[in-house]
Nanobody
Framework: VQLQASGGGLVQPGGSLRLSCAAS????????MAWFRRAPGKEREFVAA???????????YYADSVEGRFTISRDGSRNTLFLQMSNLNGDDTAVYYC?????????????????WGQGTQVTVSS
């Protein structure tokens, strides 16, 4: 599967932004999808993940730092993964990456995912 992330940009503290990740190549619905981010000088870290839908509903997982502020979702008709980000702060400044795997060995670790998008920059600053 090929992934293309987009939607990053400059946003003020407290603002919102929606990232998109367009997938192509294989059946989108088969994949466990996730967002990771890498802040300057830091390791890539888990942000959120979405399982394939089970009985029509995907399971979602969030890092503690974004729980309640970020929402991951997927649109099977458009083969697209989204990350709606709200109440952004400076700690959210990073390059955001989408990732995919059929059966990730570790759902909240970058090492668990085989397929990666190119990243999109999010900068939170006044």
């Amino acid at each position: 599967v090929q992934l293309q992330a987009s939607g990053g940009g400059l946003v003020q503290p407290g603002g919102s932004l929606r990232l998109s990740c367009a997938a192509s190549g294989r059946t989108f619905s088969d994949y466990f999808m996730a967002w990771f981010r890498r802040a300057p000088g830091k390791e890539r870290e888990f942000v959120a993940a979405s399982s394939p839908a089970y009985h029509g509903v995907p399971y979602t997982y969030y890092a503690d730092s974004v729980e309640g502020r970020f929402t991951i979702s997927r649109d099977g008709s458009r083969n697209t993964l989204f990350l709606q980000m709200s109440n952004l702060n400076g700690d959210d400044t990073a390059v955001y990456y989408c990732a995919a795997d059929i059966t990730p060995s570790r759902t909240q670790s970058p090492s668990g995912y085989q397929h990666w998008g190119q990243g999109t920059q999010v900068t939170v600053s006044s």
